[in-house]
């Protein structure tokens, strides 16, 4: 019985070995491999004998000595992001809701306790930016987002606070809540006007409005948001104005959502 266990823990950290790998060759944007074993602490043995078996088995590419990524997880991110119901049901809700805004529309859940970026739309108003681009491809923390904070104030309030003890409150900008009193107090605004706001809390001269998207339970399974610069945030009346527009469109893809499940 020992025997297995110790196999079955060699494999576990095998698995997890090559999880820190692609991780890593993602971080830097593609490796050699004593550039991988030095940032992970291991061999260059160790390090060339997970880069090989991932190239392998098709994960990988080898280019001039450097390993990178392959499409293979283009195709694996794809199946997963087509499986979600809140993508196929809010993407053309996203789409409209950047049209009537001209802004940035992100649509959002949570996993492992970090927000993801599921679609973006951009509005005739947005400007390009490499910033909006990457948060595709990275997860975020909930607390400096409106999209994370939406989803925070559906979850009980013990949730939040183990959230807290896992993840912390970082600060991005001065602006950024740190102190879990404050954020309970945002969340607590969140909930009763039906929105949550990002006063430049993410990234200085950038703010948004979003709204939860919950179906059965009270839990969100995501949020929606509006983001732009800080002039179109101006004033009470422009925040409200746009948090109507994203109400509206969670509300929506809360309905398309409720309709698709019906179908199947």
Not at 29 to 57: F, N
Not at 107 to 120: P, Q, R, V
Not at 234 to 246: G, L, P
Request: charged residues 25%.
């Amino acid at each position: 019985m020992e025997k297995a266990d110790d196999s079955s823990w060699r494999t576990l950290q095998t698995v997890e070995r090559a999880s820190e790998i692609i991780q890593t060759l993602a971080e830097l944007d593609g490796a050699g491999v004593s550039a991988v074993a030095e940032r992970l602490d291991i061999s260059v043995s160790s390090a060339h004998s997970h880069l090989a078996t991932l190239h392998e088995t098709g994960f990988l590419l080898q280019q001039d000595g450097q390993y990178h990524l392959s499409y293979r997880f283009l195709h694996l991110g794809e199946y997963v992001r087509n499986s979600s119901d809140l993508y196929r049901c809010g993407r053309s809700e996203a789409d409209k809701l950047a049209d009537k805004t001209g802004h940035y529309v992100h649509l959002f859940t949570e996993e492992n306790g970090m927000g993801i970026n599921l679609y973006e739309a951009r509005g005739e108003h947005a400007e390009e930016y490499d910033y909006q681009s990457l948060k595709l491809q990275r997860g975020e923390p909930l607390h400096i987002s409106a999209s994370g904070k939406a989803v925070l104030a559906t979850l009980p309030e013990e949730e939040v606070r183990a959230h807290i003890r896992q993840h912390g409150l970082e600060s991005y900008t001065a602006n950024t809540i740190t102190e879990e009193t404050a954020l309970f107090e945002e969340l607590n605004r969140t909930r009763e006007r039906g929105y949550a706001v990002n006063d430049e809390e993410e990234i200085v001269g950038y703010c948004a409005v979003a709204a939860p998207i919950q179906t059965e339970g009270d839990a969100a399974i995501g949020s929606i948001s509006v983001a732009g610069p800080t002039r179109f945030f101006d004033s009470d009346a422009d925040i409200e104005e746009i948090a109507d527009k994203v109400m509206t469109a969670a509300n929506m893809t809360q309905v398309n959502i409720n309709m698709s499940t019906q179908v199947d």
